[in-house]
């Protein structure tokens, strides 16, 4: 019984080395979208115009300052218009924290679905998000 015992242990011990862990990156690298807003282009009505608030998070918890980014960008899709604000930044975009999506009434009157799918499909978006147009 004690072989089978030690048998097992040692298992047990080589199987942790192929656990991974999750993928961590450090708070200051990253910018939490916490808004996004979405509305048909003035310029161009083929184009969509896409506005994203970020939350940018402080070292220091007990200064108390909220500090936020307001990035606009026109594209056609939202893939394309993440792509393109990620380029504008240096940090990640995580949008674990997003709660609201906001429609422009001209956009609201067109097919919404495309974004609705997009949004419930995203694995790390939340799946209680607050729509207003």
Known sequence: MTDLKRWLAWFM????LFLSGC????????????SIGIDVSEEN???NRFTFKMAIPS????TGDKKSLLIT???SSIA???REVKSKVDKELDFGHCKGVMYGEAYA???ISKIQD????????????YPAV
């Open 23 to 34: 993928d961590f990156r450090d708070i200051d690298l990253r910018l939490f979208v916490v």
């Open 80 to 82: 394309e218009a993440i």
């Open 73 to 75: 960008q026109e594209s």
């Open 109 to 111: 009157r067109k097919n």
């Open 45 to 47: 009505p083929g184009m």
């Open 118 to 129: 997009w949004t419930v499909r995203r694995r790390d978006m939340q799946l209680l998000m």
């Open 59 to 62: 070292g220091d918890p007990k």
């Open 13 to 16: 011990c080589c199987s942790f």
